[in-house]
Protein backbone atom coordinates (compact mmCIF):
# COMPACT_ATOMS: atom_id res chain seq x y z
CA UNK A 1 0.00 0.00 0.00
CA UNK A 2 1.32 3.31 -1.06
CA UNK A 3 0.82 6.20 2.11
CA UNK A 4 0.45 9.61 1.82
CA UNK A 5 1.81 11.73 4.69
CA UNK A 6 0.29 15.20 3.88
CA UNK A 7 1.30 17.50 6.79
CA UNK A 8 -1.21 20.45 7.68
CA UNK A 9 1.79 21.90 10.43
CA UNK A 10 0.62 22.40 13.85
CA UNK A 11 1.15 24.77 16.60
CA UNK A 12 0.58 23.60 20.11
CA UNK A 13 1.49 25.03 23.20
CA UNK A 14 4.91 22.60 23.54
CA UNK A 15 5.28 21.77 19.95
CA UNK A 16 5.74 23.59 16.63
CA UNK A 17 5.80 22.31 12.98
CA UNK A 18 5.07 25.70 11.16
CA UNK A 19 8.40 26.05 8.62
CA UNK A 20 10.60 26.37 9.04
CA UNK A 21 10.00 23.63 11.84
CA UNK A 22 9.46 20.22 10.82
CA UNK A 23 7.24 18.44 13.69
CA UNK A 24 7.97 15.21 15.14
CA UNK A 25 3.98 13.87 13.83
CA UNK A 26 5.29 12.94 10.17
CA UNK A 27 8.49 11.65 11.18
CA UNK A 28 6.57 8.98 13.79
CA UNK A 29 3.93 8.34 10.90
CA UNK A 30 6.61 7.53 8.33
CA UNK A 31 8.41 5.24 10.84
CA UNK A 32 5.23 3.13 11.60
CA UNK A 33 4.62 3.05 7.68
CA UNK A 34 8.28 1.87 7.16
CA UNK A 35 7.78 -0.59 10.20
CA UNK A 36 4.45 -2.29 8.82
CA UNK A 37 6.43 -2.66 5.29
CA UNK A 38 4.64 -0.37 3.30
CA UNK A 39 6.33 3.20 1.30
CA UNK A 40 5.45 6.33 1.65
CA UNK A 41 5.06 9.79 0.25
CA UNK A 42 5.50 12.93 2.28
CA UNK A 43 4.44 16.71 0.78
CA UNK A 44 3.23 19.74 2.78
CA UNK A 45 0.07 21.73 2.64
CA UNK A 46 1.88 24.70 0.85
CA UNK A 47 2.87 22.13 -1.48
CA UNK A 48 -0.81 20.89 -2.25
CA UNK A 49 -1.41 24.81 -2.49
CA UNK A 50 1.02 24.86 -5.22
CA UNK A 51 -0.67 22.20 -7.29
CA UNK A 52 1.15 18.93 -5.54
CA UNK A 53 -0.92 15.96 -6.44
CA UNK A 54 -1.65 13.77 -3.70
CA UNK A 55 -1.47 10.31 -4.83
CA UNK A 56 -1.67 6.30 -3.22
CA UNK A 57 -4.04 4.37 -1.47
CA UNK A 58 -4.22 6.07 2.27
CA UNK A 59 -4.20 9.72 2.78
CA UNK A 60 -3.23 10.67 6.15
CA UNK A 61 -3.78 14.45 7.00
CA UNK A 62 -2.01 15.88 9.95
CA UNK A 63 -3.36 19.19 11.20
CA UNK A 64 -3.87 20.82 14.63
CA UNK A 65 -2.63 24.43 15.23
CA UNK A 66 -3.65 25.13 18.49
CA UNK A 67 -2.23 28.34 19.66
CA UNK A 68 -3.26 31.26 17.40
CA UNK A 69 0.46 32.74 15.88
CA UNK A 70 1.12 35.14 12.89
CA UNK A 71 3.69 32.97 10.31
CA UNK A 72 5.98 34.15 7.82
CA UNK A 73 5.62 31.77 5.49
CA UNK A 74 3.99 28.47 6.11
CA UNK A 75 0.29 29.00 6.80
CA UNK A 76 -1.61 25.89 8.65
CA UNK A 77 -4.38 23.98 7.10
CA UNK A 78 -7.64 25.63 7.39
CA UNK A 79 -10.86 23.62 8.26
CA UNK A 80 -11.89 24.53 4.82
CA UNK A 81 -8.83 22.99 2.85
CA UNK A 82 -9.59 20.13 5.29
CA UNK A 83 -12.92 19.34 4.10
CA UNK A 84 -11.49 19.90 0.55
CA UNK A 85 -8.60 17.59 0.28
CA UNK A 86 -10.80 15.29 1.69
CA UNK A 87 -13.67 14.95 -0.55
CA UNK A 88 -11.42 15.14 -3.35
CA UNK A 89 -9.70 11.85 -2.73
CA UNK A 90 -10.73 8.27 -3.77
CA UNK A 91 -8.97 6.28 -1.56
CA UNK A 92 -8.88 5.65 2.16
CA UNK A 93 -8.41 8.68 4.32
CA UNK A 94 -7.71 9.42 7.39
CA UNK A 95 -7.51 12.99 10.21
CA UNK A 96 -5.51 13.04 13.00
CA UNK A 97 -2.98 15.46 15.11
CA UNK A 98 -3.70 18.16 18.14
CA UNK A 99 -7.00 19.12 16.01
CA UNK A 100 -8.90 16.12 16.22
CA UNK A 101 -7.08 14.47 19.56
CA UNK A 102 -8.99 17.47 21.12
CA UNK A 103 -12.11 18.19 19.70
CA UNK A 104 -11.00 21.12 17.98
CA UNK A 105 -12.55 19.54 14.56
CA UNK A 106 -15.93 20.16 12.35
CA UNK A 107 -17.77 17.22 13.55
CA UNK A 108 -19.31 17.42 9.55
CA UNK A 109 -15.52 16.03 8.91
CA UNK A 110 -16.60 12.41 10.08
CA UNK A 111 -18.51 11.71 7.00
CA UNK A 112 -15.31 13.20 4.71
CA UNK A 113 -12.78 11.13 6.49
CA UNK A 114 -12.92 6.84 6.80
CA UNK A 115 -11.55 7.61 10.43
CA UNK A 116 -10.61 10.40 12.97
CA UNK A 117 -7.41 9.47 15.07
CA UNK A 118 -8.83 10.29 18.95
CA UNK A 119 -5.46 9.75 19.77
CA UNK A 120 -1.68 8.94 18.49
CA UNK A 121 -2.16 9.02 14.53
CA UNK A 122 0.91 7.32 14.45
CA UNK A 123 0.22 3.95 15.93
CA UNK A 124 -3.36 4.17 14.34
CA UNK A 125 -2.16 4.54 10.79
CA UNK A 126 0.09 1.41 11.92
CA UNK A 127 -2.39 -0.79 12.97
CA UNK A 128 -4.40 0.16 9.99
CA UNK A 129 -1.77 -1.10 7.69
CA UNK A 130 -1.27 -4.46 10.12
CA UNK A 131 -5.12 -5.21 10.22
CA UNK A 132 -6.94 -3.31 8.32
CA UNK A 133 -8.56 -1.95 11.53
CA UNK A 134 -8.09 1.99 12.35
CA UNK A 135 -7.36 2.28 16.40
CA UNK A 136 -7.68 4.90 18.83
CA UNK A 137 -4.79 4.66 20.95
CA UNK A 138 -1.37 6.16 22.16
CA UNK A 139 1.84 4.75 21.32
CA UNK A 140 3.21 2.81 23.41
CA UNK A 141 7.08 3.63 24.46
CA UNK A 142 9.26 1.11 22.47
CA UNK A 143 7.08 2.29 19.53
CA UNK A 144 7.69 5.68 20.17
CA UNK A 145 12.13 5.50 19.50
CA UNK A 146 11.56 2.98 17.15
CA UNK A 147 9.33 4.93 15.01
CA UNK A 148 11.33 8.26 15.35
CA UNK A 149 14.58 6.65 14.47
CA UNK A 150 13.17 4.94 11.53
CA UNK A 151 11.08 7.95 10.28
CA UNK A 152 14.02 10.45 10.55
CA UNK A 153 14.15 9.88 6.57
CA UNK A 154 11.19 11.78 5.87
CA UNK A 155 12.60 14.80 6.76
CA UNK A 156 14.71 14.99 3.58
CA UNK A 157 11.54 15.23 1.84
CA UNK A 158 10.60 18.34 3.65
CA UNK A 159 11.00 21.78 1.36
CA UNK A 160 13.78 23.18 3.85
CA UNK A 161 15.65 20.49 3.59
CA UNK A 162 18.78 20.59 4.82
CA UNK A 163 18.53 24.68 5.79
CA UNK A 164 16.69 26.47 7.80
CA UNK A 165 14.72 23.26 8.59
CA UNK A 166 14.63 22.80 12.06
CA UNK A 167 12.91 19.27 13.82
CA UNK A 168 11.50 19.78 16.57
CA UNK A 169 11.57 17.20 19.51
CA UNK A 170 9.58 15.54 21.40
CA UNK A 171 11.02 15.18 25.21
CA UNK A 172 7.88 14.28 27.34
CA UNK A 173 4.22 13.68 27.74
CA UNK A 174 1.98 15.83 29.72
CA UNK A 175 2.34 18.53 32.74
CA UNK A 176 4.19 17.91 36.10
CA UNK A 177 0.58 19.75 37.39
CA UNK A 178 -1.23 17.08 36.34
CA UNK A 179 -2.28 15.56 39.71
CA UNK A 180 -4.08 19.15 40.61
CA UNK A 181 -5.19 19.59 36.89
CA UNK A 182 -2.72 22.03 36.12
CA UNK A 183 -3.70 25.77 34.15
CA UNK A 184 -7.50 25.72 33.52
CA UNK A 185 -6.70 26.23 29.60
CA UNK A 186 -4.07 23.87 28.81
CA UNK A 187 -3.93 20.60 27.27
CA UNK A 188 -0.92 19.27 28.43
CA UNK A 189 -2.71 18.09 31.71
CA UNK A 190 -4.96 16.28 29.94
CA UNK A 191 -2.22 13.40 29.05
CA UNK A 192 -2.77 13.01 32.54
CA UNK A 193 1.03 11.49 34.57
CA UNK A 194 3.34 12.76 32.56
CA UNK A 195 5.72 10.78 30.57
CA UNK A 196 9.49 11.24 30.38
CA UNK A 197 11.57 10.36 27.79
CA UNK A 198 14.61 8.76 28.22
CA UNK A 199 18.22 10.74 27.10
CA UNK A 200 18.89 7.77 25.43
CA UNK A 201 15.58 7.67 23.38
CA UNK A 202 16.23 11.49 22.33
CA UNK A 203 19.86 11.33 21.16
CA UNK A 204 19.41 8.30 19.16
CA UNK A 205 16.57 10.19 17.14
CA UNK A 206 18.71 13.19 17.10
CA UNK A 207 21.56 11.29 16.00
CA UNK A 208 19.25 9.43 13.17
CA UNK A 209 18.61 12.71 12.03
CA UNK A 210 21.51 14.29 11.99
CA UNK A 211 23.03 11.16 9.63
CA UNK A 212 20.74 12.70 7.23
CA UNK A 213 21.52 16.16 7.40
CA UNK A 214 19.64 17.84 9.86
CA UNK A 215 21.77 20.32 11.76
CA UNK A 216 19.12 22.74 13.68
CA UNK A 217 17.10 20.95 17.04
CA UNK A 218 14.78 22.01 19.22
CA UNK A 219 13.97 20.40 22.58
CA UNK A 220 10.39 20.83 22.32
CA UNK A 221 7.14 18.94 23.30
CA UNK A 222 7.47 19.39 27.11
CA UNK A 223 5.98 21.40 29.42
CA UNK A 224 8.76 22.46 31.24
CA UNK A 225 12.62 21.51 30.87
CA UNK A 226 13.54 21.86 34.56
CA UNK A 227 11.09 19.28 35.13
CA UNK A 228 12.39 16.70 32.78
CA UNK A 229 13.35 13.68 35.10
CA UNK A 230 13.17 15.75 38.25
CA UNK A 231 12.33 14.58 41.74
CA UNK A 232 9.56 14.74 42.72
CA UNK A 233 7.03 14.32 39.92
CA UNK A 234 3.69 13.47 41.10
CA UNK A 235 4.01 14.10 44.66
CA UNK A 236 4.45 18.32 43.89
CA UNK A 237 4.19 21.17 41.78
CA UNK A 238 7.42 22.05 41.60
CA UNK A 239 9.50 19.13 41.34
CA UNK A 240 13.66 19.48 41.56
CA UNK A 241 15.34 19.49 38.62
CA UNK A 242 17.98 17.04 37.48
CA UNK A 243 21.10 18.73 36.37
CA UNK A 244 23.10 15.33 35.88
CA UNK A 245 20.23 13.85 33.43
CA UNK A 246 20.06 16.85 31.79
CA UNK A 247 23.67 17.40 31.03
CA UNK A 248 24.31 13.96 29.89
CA UNK A 249 21.43 14.35 27.14
CA UNK A 250 23.33 17.69 25.77
CA UNK A 251 26.57 15.91 25.66
CA UNK A 252 24.90 13.00 24.28
CA UNK A 253 23.62 15.48 21.31
CA UNK A 254 26.54 17.13 20.80
CA UNK A 255 28.19 13.76 20.28
CA UNK A 256 25.54 12.64 18.18
CA UNK A 257 25.41 15.70 15.43
CA UNK A 258 29.49 17.28 15.60
CA UNK A 259 28.05 19.66 13.20
CA UNK A 260 25.31 20.74 15.06
CA UNK A 261 24.39 24.24 14.04
CA UNK A 262 21.28 25.46 16.45
CA UNK A 263 20.33 23.69 19.74
CA UNK A 264 17.75 25.41 21.52
CA UNK A 265 15.23 24.61 24.01
CA UNK A 266 11.54 26.31 24.92
CA UNK A 267 9.14 25.62 27.67
CA UNK A 268 9.79 25.58 31.71
CA UNK A 269 8.02 26.63 34.57
CA UNK A 270 8.85 29.68 35.78
CA UNK A 271 7.81 28.57 39.92
CA UNK A 272 9.80 25.31 39.32
CA UNK A 273 12.88 27.69 38.62
CA UNK A 274 12.12 29.81 41.80
CA UNK A 275 11.91 26.88 44.22
CA UNK A 276 14.80 25.59 43.50
CA UNK A 277 17.30 28.82 42.33
CA UNK A 278 20.41 26.76 42.57
CA UNK A 279 19.57 23.32 40.94
CA UNK A 280 17.91 25.77 38.09
CA UNK A 281 21.08 27.93 37.73
CA UNK A 282 22.81 24.83 37.12
CA UNK A 283 20.84 23.46 34.42
CA UNK A 284 20.92 27.18 33.06
CA UNK A 285 24.51 27.54 32.96
CA UNK A 286 24.69 23.47 31.00
CA UNK A 287 21.87 25.05 28.31
CA UNK A 288 24.84 27.98 27.60
CA UNK A 289 27.44 25.70 27.66
CA UNK A 290 25.86 23.36 25.14
CA UNK A 291 23.17 24.90 23.50
CA UNK A 292 23.41 27.72 21.05
CA UNK A 293 22.76 31.54 21.68
CA UNK A 294 19.30 32.95 20.57
CA UNK A 295 18.13 30.51 22.92
CA UNK A 296 14.63 31.26 24.60
CA UNK A 297 12.49 29.93 27.46
CA UNK A 298 8.89 30.28 27.16
CA UNK A 299 7.82 30.80 30.75
CA UNK A 300 3.85 30.22 31.14
CA UNK A 301 2.81 33.42 33.40
CA UNK A 302 -0.06 33.91 31.52
CA UNK A 303 -1.63 36.85 33.89
CA UNK A 304 -0.40 38.93 37.18
CA UNK A 305 -3.72 39.08 38.77
CA UNK A 306 -3.82 37.18 42.32
CA UNK A 307 -7.45 36.52 41.32
CA UNK A 308 -7.06 34.78 37.69
CA UNK A 309 -3.82 32.94 38.78
CA UNK A 310 -6.08 31.03 41.64
CA UNK A 311 -9.45 30.56 39.67
CA UNK A 312 -7.15 29.12 36.96
CA UNK A 313 -4.88 26.98 38.93
CA UNK A 314 -1.91 29.16 37.06
CA UNK A 315 1.37 27.48 37.78
CA UNK A 316 3.05 30.78 39.12
CA UNK A 317 2.78 33.94 41.44
CA UNK A 318 4.38 37.52 39.84
CA UNK A 319 6.85 37.47 42.60
CA UNK A 320 7.89 34.05 41.21
CA UNK A 321 7.85 34.84 37.33
CA UNK A 322 9.70 38.05 38.26
CA UNK A 323 13.00 35.74 40.39
CA UNK A 324 13.14 33.57 37.37
CA UNK A 325 13.14 36.12 35.07
CA UNK A 326 16.11 37.04 37.56
CA UNK A 327 17.73 34.06 37.68
CA UNK A 328 17.46 33.63 33.84
CA UNK A 329 19.08 37.16 32.89
CA UNK A 330 21.86 36.68 35.19
CA UNK A 331 22.76 33.09 33.40
CA UNK A 332 21.77 33.75 30.36
CA UNK A 333 22.71 37.33 29.46
CA UNK A 334 25.73 37.69 27.82
CA UNK A 335 25.66 37.98 24.70
CA UNK A 336 27.09 35.08 22.21
CA UNK A 337 27.93 34.00 18.62
CA UNK A 338 25.03 34.43 17.09
CA UNK A 339 24.80 38.46 18.07
CA UNK A 340 21.74 37.42 20.53
CA UNK A 341 22.18 36.88 24.30
CA UNK A 342 22.82 33.12 25.19
CA UNK A 343 19.54 32.46 26.47
CA UNK A 344 16.64 34.87 27.70
CA UNK A 345 13.38 34.17 28.89
CA UNK A 346 9.74 34.85 27.34
CA UNK A 347 6.60 35.78 28.47
CA UNK A 348 3.04 34.68 28.08
CA UNK A 349 -0.38 36.38 29.03
CA UNK A 350 -3.71 35.22 27.83
CA UNK A 351 -6.90 37.15 28.13
CA UNK A 352 -10.65 35.64 28.52
CA UNK A 353 -9.45 33.65 31.67
CA UNK A 354 -12.20 33.30 34.41
CA UNK A 355 -11.76 35.93 37.41
CA UNK A 356 -10.74 38.40 34.72
CA UNK A 357 -11.76 42.06 35.08
CA UNK A 358 -10.37 45.59 33.60
CA UNK A 359 -7.97 45.78 36.22
CA UNK A 360 -5.82 42.38 35.35
CA UNK A 361 -5.01 44.58 32.31
CA UNK A 362 -3.41 46.98 34.73
CA UNK A 363 -2.00 44.63 36.54
CA UNK A 364 -0.26 42.87 34.21
CA UNK A 365 1.26 45.98 32.56
CA UNK A 366 2.60 47.12 35.50
CA UNK A 367 4.26 43.76 35.52
CA UNK A 368 6.18 44.15 32.23
CA UNK A 369 7.15 48.10 33.29
CA UNK A 370 8.48 46.91 36.29
CA UNK A 371 10.70 44.39 34.91
CA UNK A 372 11.68 46.96 32.17
CA UNK A 373 12.69 49.57 35.04
CA UNK A 374 14.88 46.84 36.48
CA UNK A 375 16.75 46.85 33.57
CA UNK A 376 16.24 42.52 32.67
CA UNK A 377 16.02 41.37 29.17
CA UNK A 378 12.65 39.83 27.95
CA UNK A 379 13.51 38.29 24.96
CA UNK A 380 9.78 38.14 23.61
CA UNK A 381 6.19 38.81 25.30
CA UNK A 382 3.20 37.28 23.42
CA UNK A 383 -0.22 38.63 24.17
CA UNK A 384 -3.13 36.51 23.16
CA UNK A 385 -6.76 35.02 23.82
CA UNK A 386 -7.46 31.70 25.49
CA UNK A 387 -8.78 28.80 23.05
CA UNK A 388 -11.52 27.04 24.61
CA UNK A 389 -10.31 23.42 24.50
CA UNK A 390 -11.14 22.47 28.42
CA UNK A 391 -14.63 23.98 28.65
CA UNK A 392 -15.75 27.70 28.08
CA UNK A 393 -14.21 30.81 28.87
CA UNK A 394 -15.53 34.56 28.99
CA UNK A 395 -13.29 34.93 26.12
CA UNK A 396 -14.90 38.03 24.67
CA UNK A 397 -16.04 40.18 27.98
CA UNK A 398 -13.17 42.37 27.83
CA UNK A 399 -12.20 42.39 24.43
CA UNK A 400 -11.81 45.52 24.17
CA UNK A 401 -9.13 46.03 27.05
CA UNK A 402 -7.32 43.03 25.63
CA UNK A 403 -6.84 44.96 22.62
CA UNK A 404 -5.85 47.92 24.09
CA UNK A 405 -3.39 45.87 26.60
CA UNK A 406 -1.52 44.19 23.35
CA UNK A 407 -1.24 47.93 21.16
CA UNK A 408 0.41 49.54 24.86
CA UNK A 409 2.54 46.01 25.45
CA UNK A 410 3.94 46.67 21.89
CA UNK A 411 3.70 50.71 21.94
CA UNK A 412 5.51 50.61 25.78
CA UNK A 413 7.43 47.64 26.24
CA UNK A 414 8.35 45.66 23.54
CA UNK A 415 10.06 48.47 21.22
CA UNK A 416 12.34 49.82 24.31
CA UNK A 417 13.03 46.07 25.27
CA UNK A 418 14.22 44.93 21.41
CA UNK A 419 17.14 47.74 21.60
CA UNK A 420 18.27 46.24 24.59
CA UNK A 421 18.05 42.71 23.50
CA UNK A 422 19.71 43.78 19.93
CA UNK A 423 21.30 47.10 20.13
CA UNK A 424 22.00 49.22 17.23
CA UNK A 425 24.94 47.86 15.49
CA UNK A 426 25.04 44.23 16.69
CA UNK A 427 25.75 41.95 14.29
CA UNK A 428 22.97 38.88 13.45
CA UNK A 429 25.09 36.20 12.22
CA UNK A 430 23.51 33.37 9.76
CA UNK A 431 20.02 35.51 9.06
CA UNK A 432 18.53 32.91 6.49
CA UNK A 433 16.42 35.43 3.41
CA UNK A 434 13.00 34.18 3.31
CA UNK A 435 10.78 36.25 1.88
CA UNK A 436 10.40 39.34 -0.48
CA UNK A 437 7.79 42.21 -0.25
CA UNK A 438 7.81 45.24 -2.41
CA UNK A 439 11.49 46.23 -2.84
CA UNK A 440 12.43 44.97 1.20
CA UNK A 441 14.19 41.64 1.71
CA UNK A 442 12.68 39.51 4.81
CA UNK A 443 14.70 36.64 6.74
CA UNK A 444 14.92 35.20 10.41
CA UNK A 445 17.87 33.30 12.35
CA UNK A 446 17.21 29.53 12.54
CA UNK A 447 16.07 28.72 16.34
CA UNK A 448 13.36 30.04 18.80
CA UNK A 449 11.26 32.77 18.25
CA UNK A 450 13.77 34.33 15.82
CA UNK A 451 13.58 38.05 15.42
CA UNK A 452 12.18 39.06 11.92
CA UNK A 453 14.75 41.02 9.95
CA UNK A 454 13.90 43.43 7.32
CA UNK A 455 16.80 44.13 4.74
CA UNK A 456 15.73 47.94 2.77
CA UNK A 457 16.67 46.44 -0.71
CA UNK A 458 16.32 43.27 -2.91
CA UNK A 459 18.51 40.09 -2.22
CA UNK A 460 18.32 36.51 -3.39
CA UNK A 461 16.72 34.28 -1.04
CA UNK A 462 17.33 30.90 0.31
CA UNK A 463 20.73 32.33 1.25
CA UNK A 464 22.32 32.87 4.57
CA UNK A 465 24.07 36.83 5.28
CA UNK A 466 25.12 38.89 8.79
CA UNK A 467 22.96 41.74 9.65
CA UNK A 468 24.13 44.62 11.22
CA UNK A 469 21.28 46.10 12.77
CA UNK A 470 20.21 50.18 11.84
CA UNK A 471 16.49 50.10 13.60
CA UNK A 472 14.42 48.42 15.68
CA UNK A 473 10.04 48.14 15.05
CA UNK A 474 8.28 46.13 18.01
CA UNK A 475 8.92 43.10 17.50
CA UNK A 476 11.41 43.43 14.24
CA UNK A 477 14.69 45.33 13.26
CA UNK A 478 16.00 46.88 9.75
CA UNK A 479 19.45 45.95 8.94
CA UNK A 480 21.68 45.48 6.26
CA UNK A 481 24.45 43.06 5.07
CA UNK A 482 27.82 42.69 7.16
CA UNK A 483 30.13 44.32 5.87
CA UNK A 484 28.34 45.61 3.03
CA UNK A 485 31.02 44.86 -0.03
CA UNK A 486 30.97 48.68 -1.61
CA UNK A 487 31.96 47.35 -4.80
CA UNK A 488 29.40 44.51 -5.07
CA UNK A 489 26.64 46.09 -3.54
CA UNK A 490 23.80 47.43 -5.26
CA UNK A 491 22.95 50.92 -5.36
CA UNK A 492 19.76 50.43 -2.69
CA UNK A 493 21.78 48.67 -0.69
CA UNK A 494 24.78 51.65 -0.52
CA UNK A 495 21.52 54.28 0.12
CA UNK A 496 20.81 52.01 3.08
CA UNK A 497 23.96 52.82 5.17
CA UNK A 498 23.31 55.27 7.83
CA UNK A 499 23.36 59.12 7.01
CA UNK A 500 24.37 58.12 2.80
CA UNK A 501 20.90 58.40 0.94
CA UNK A 502 20.42 57.89 -2.72
CA UNK A 503 22.31 61.12 -3.98
CA UNK A 504 25.98 60.25 -1.43
CA UNK A 505 25.30 56.60 -3.04
CA UNK A 506 25.28 57.27 -6.66
CA UNK A 507 28.67 58.89 -6.06
CA UNK A 508 30.34 55.58 -4.54
CA UNK A 509 28.95 53.67 -7.33
CA UNK A 510 30.86 56.49 -9.61
CA UNK A 511 33.57 55.73 -7.84
CA UNK A 512 33.93 52.47 -7.83
CA UNK A 513 36.58 50.42 -7.81
CA UNK A 514 37.21 51.67 -4.34
CA UNK A 515 40.24 50.03 -3.24
CA UNK A 516 41.23 52.27 0.35
CA UNK A 517 39.67 53.42 3.19
CA UNK A 518 41.00 56.84 2.06
CA UNK A 519 39.81 56.46 -1.34
CA UNK A 520 35.88 55.93 -0.29
CA UNK A 521 36.37 58.79 2.30
CA UNK A 522 37.61 60.97 -1.11
CA UNK A 523 34.32 59.77 -2.63
CA UNK A 524 32.12 61.38 -0.64
CA UNK A 525 31.28 65.71 0.46
CA UNK A 526 31.41 64.88 3.90
CA UNK A 527 34.52 62.87 5.74
CA UNK A 528 32.50 62.82 8.85
CA UNK A 529 29.43 60.50 7.06
CA UNK A 530 32.01 59.02 5.20
CA UNK A 531 34.37 57.80 8.63
CA UNK A 532 30.45 56.68 10.00
CA UNK A 533 29.56 54.91 7.05
CA UNK A 534 33.28 52.71 7.38
CA UNK A 535 31.70 50.59 10.34
CA UNK A 536 29.38 49.22 7.54
CA UNK A 537 31.88 48.36 4.80
CA UNK A 538 34.04 46.18 3.27
CA UNK A 539 36.54 47.55 1.17
CA UNK A 540 39.22 46.33 -1.37
Not at 252 to 262: E, M, N, P, S, Y
Not at 406 to 428: A, C, F, S
Not at 444 to 462: F, H, N, T
Not at 491 to 498: E, F, H, K, N
Amino acid sequence: MRVTILDGYVDEPSCLGVPPYISPYPRYIAGAVEESGHKYDYLTIDEYRKGKRIEGDLLVLIAGALVPGKYLRGMPVSGREIASVGEGFDGTKVLGGPLVRFGFHDRGLEKVFDHLAKKDLDACVHDFLESGQFSNRDRESEEWTSWAVEGAKVTRNHPDFPQPLIAEIDMSRGCARYFTGGCSFCIEPMYGEPYFRDKEDVIQEIGALGEIGVTNFRLGGQACLFSYHASGIGETETPEPNPVYIEDLLKGIRKAVTDLRVLHTDNADPSVIAAHPDKATEVLKLLVKHCTSGNVLSLGMESADPNVIEKNNLNAKPEEVMNAIKIVNTIGGKRGPSGLPYILPGINFISGLKGETKETFQLNHQFLKYVLDAGLLLRRINVRQVLEVRGSFPVRKHYKEFRAFKKKVREEIDNQMLRRVVPKKTVLKDVFLELKKGKNTFGRQIGSYPILVGIPYEKDLDEFVDVIVLDHGYRSITGIEHPLDVNEASLAAVSSIPGIGFKRAARIVRARPVRTKGGFISSLDDEKVAKQALDYLKIG
